[in-house]
C-alpha cells in the first residue's frame, strides 16, 4: 500500500445508513491495485392495488426478454426512470400498514430443486476460500483479511444454511460455530465496550479501512450489531449445544451506549475525537432494531415505521422511502432491496409492513415492464472505482439513484444484484423473479461463489467475490428449504423492549 492511501471519508451518511461496507470498498480497492484517496468529488399512472394484492399485481410477462444494448438503449432507460417518478405518492392505506401478526411465508417453499442445490453449492464455495483458521472469521471481500460484523453475520448465516442443506457435515458445522463464537466472545472491543467497525480477520486486530497490521479503533455500528443479535439468536435456539456461546458473545459486549430513547445511535472517531450518532433510516433501520428487540432492548422508536415514512410514485407504484435525506439531516436515505428481503427471510416481515416490500419489488417488475431491462437494485461492492455504491430506486428526492456514500453519482455502474434476484425469487416466486433467478443462473456463475452482480449499461458481471452476497444467497436458500421465516424455523421469540431485560449483573 502505498503511503499516501487515506481511508474514504466518514461521515454521518455512513453512520446513519448501512453499515459495514467500507471495509469491503477499500479491500477491493487495494486488491485492484488502487491506493489513492477515494474520490469526494411523467409517464402515465396506473391504478395502484391494495397491499393484500400488490405481490399479484407483479408484472408477469410472458417470455423472458433480455436487457436493452447499447448506448442508445441506456439513454432511451434513463429517460424513462428521469419520467417514471411523481412526487407526492400514493401512499399504502393505514389499515394495511402493519407488520404481519402471523409471519410470512412464500409461496412455493419446500425442497430444493437440483439448480438450487448447485446454487447453494457454489455459495458456499466463497466460505471456503475465505475461512480463516486462526479465528473462524472469515473474509468480507475474496481475499482480503478485512472483516466488518455486519460481514461476519453472513458468514454465521452461511454455515447454518450449509449445515441444513447438508453441505457441510455436522461435525464441521459444530467446530466451525464454535471457533467463531468464541472468537467474537473474545475479540478486542471498541473502548471495550462493543466490537470496532473493522478486523483484521486473521489476527483479530482492530483496525481502520484497509489497514490490516496498525491497531486503531474507529468506532462501532448499530446495524451491523443489529444483524448479527438476530443471528446470536438464531444459532442458541436452533442449537442448544451452541446457546451458551452464542450468549457469551452477547454478554461480551456493553450494550448500554447501543440505543438511547428507543433509538439506535453508533459511533465513529474523527480526528481523534468520537461523534455519537443516531443510526439509520427505513429499512436497515428497523431491520437492524429488531434484533436488538429480540435481546430486550429498548428500540422502539427505532421500529416505527410509520413516523418518517413518504411515498413517491415510480412507474406507477407508490414505495415508501424515509423523510429524513440528506438535505435535512445529513444523512443518505436509500430505497434498497436488501433490508426487506432480510426481513422477509429472516422474520417473515416483523419488522416492516409487507406491503412496503410489495411495493419495493412491483416498482423494479415495473420498470422492467417499461424498459425491457431486469431490475433488481440493492447496495453492493463493485469491481471498479468507487468500488461500492447503493443503487437504490429513490434517494435524497432522486429516483433510480445509483450513488457513493458521498452522493457522487455512478448511474452508468447501476446493476442487477445476484443476492436481491435470488431474494426476491424466493419470497415471491413470480414469473418476474424466475426471470431473475434465471439471469442470475446464466450470466453470474464462477467456481469460487456468485459474482455480485451484471451492469446495465456496461453489460457485464460486476465480478466482485463477498461474503454478503454469497451469505443472502445462502440464507435466501435456507429460507426456502425450511418453508418458514428463519427465526420461526429456530424457535426465537421475541422479548419485551426494556432495557432491564438485557442489563449484565
Known amino acids: 500500500m502505498s503511503s499516501d492511501f487515506q481511508p474514504p471519508p466518514k461521515n454521518l451518511s455512513i453512520l446513519a445508513s448501512v453499515g459495514g461496507v467500507v471495509t469491503a470498498i477499500i479491500a477491493i480497492a487495494i486488491l485492484n491495485g488502487w491506493s489513492k484517496q477515494l474520490s469526494k468529488t411523467s409517464i402515465e399512472k396506473p391504478k395502484i392495488s391494495t397491499s393484500e394484492t400488490a405481490s399479484q399485481q407483479l408484472v408477469e410477462p410472458k417470455k423472458p426478454q433480455s436487457l436493452a444494448s447499447g448506448a442508445k438503449a441506456a439513454e432511451i432507460v434513463a429517460s424513462l426512470d428521469a419520467k417514471s417518478v411523481i412526487l407526492p405518492g400514493q401512499p399504502i392505506p393505514k389499515n394495511q400498514l402493519t407488520v404481519a401478526i402471523i409471519p410470512y411465508i412464500a409461496p412455493g417453499v419446500g425442497k430444493l430443486t437440483p439448480e438450487e442445490m448447485a446454487t447453494a453449492r457454489i455459495a458456499w464455495s466463497y466460505f471456503q476460500r475465505n475461512w480463516n483458521d486462526e479465528t473462524g472469521l472469515v473474509n468480507s471481500v475474496d481475499g482480503f483479511a478485512s472483516v466488518s460484523m455486519w460481514d461476519q453475520t453472513a458468514a454465521i448465516a452461511a454455515l447454518v444454511s450449509a449445515r441444513e442443506l447438508n453441505i457441510v457435515p455436522v461435525a464441521e458445522f459444530e467446530a466451525k460455530m464454535s471457533k467463531m463464537l468464541k472468537t467474537l466472545a473474545s475479540m478486542p472491543l471498541y473502548k471495550g465496550e462493543l466490537p470496532n467497525k473493522v478486523y483484521n ?22 446495524i451491523d450489531l443489529g444483524r448479527m443479535a438476530i443471528w446470536l439468536k438464531i444459532v442458541g435456539v436452533k442449537y442448544p449445544e451452541m446457546r451458551s456461546l452464542s450468549t457469551d458473545v452477547w454478554k461480551h459486549w456493553q450494550v448500554k451506549r447501543l440505543t438511547k430513547k428507543g433509538q439506535m445511535y453508533g459511533t465513529a472517531v474523527i480526528k481523534g475525537k468520537e461523534q455519537y450518532n443516531q443510526e439509520g433510516r427505513l429499512g436497515y433501520e428497523n431491520y437492524a432494531a429488531y434484533g436488538l428487540k429480540l435481546w430486550g432492548l429498548d428500540v422502539n422508536k427505532a421500529l416505527d415505521y410509520q413516523s418518517n415514512a413518504a411515498f413517491v410514485d415510480l412507474y406507477g407504484q407508490g414505495i415508501p422511502y424515509d423523510r429524513r435525506d440528506f438535505k435535512n439531516s445529513g444523512a443518505n436515505n436509500y430505497v434498497l432491496s436488501e433490508p426487506y428481503i432480510l426481513d422477509g427471510i429472516e422474520t417473515g416481515f416483523q419488522a416492516l409492513p409487507k406491503a412496503y416490500a410489495d411495493r419495493i419489488l412491483a416498482a423494479q417488475a415495473a420498470r422492467y415492464e417499461a424498459t425491457k431491462q431486469l431490475t433488481a437494485v440493492t447496495e453492493d461492492n463493485l469491481d471498479r472505482p468507487p468500488y461500492f455504491v447503493y443503487s437504490s430506486l429513490f434517494v435524497n428526492g432522486e429516483p433510480w439513484a445509483t450513488i457513493a456514500d458521498t452522493r457522487q453519482k455512478h448511474n452508468d455502474l447501476r446493476f442487477l444484484s445476484a443476492k436481491a434476484a435470488i431474494g426476491w425469487h424466493v419470497l415471491y416466486n413470480t414469473a418476474y423473479t424466475q426471470q431473475l433467478f434465471n439471469f442470475v443462473q446464466a450470466n453470474l456463475n464462477s467456481k469460487d461463489g456468485w459474482y455480485n452482480g451484471f451492469y ?46 438485557i442489563r449484565r449483573p
Open 201 to 222: 480477520a486473521k489476527t483479530l486486530v482492530p483496525v481502520n479501512y484497509g489497514q490490516l497490521e496498525k491497531r486503531e479503533e474507529i468506532g462501532w455500528s448499530a
Open 456 to 501: 446495465e449499461s456496461l453489460r457485464q458481471p460486476n465480478k466482485t467475490l463477498t461474503a454478503n452476497n454469497n451469505g443472502v444467497i445462502l440464507e435466501s436458500l435456507l429460507y426456502k428449504q425450511v418453508g418458514q421465516p428463519l427465526t420461526v424455523w429456530a424457535g426465537v421469540k421475541s422479548q419485551k423492549s426494556t432495557q432491564r431485560a
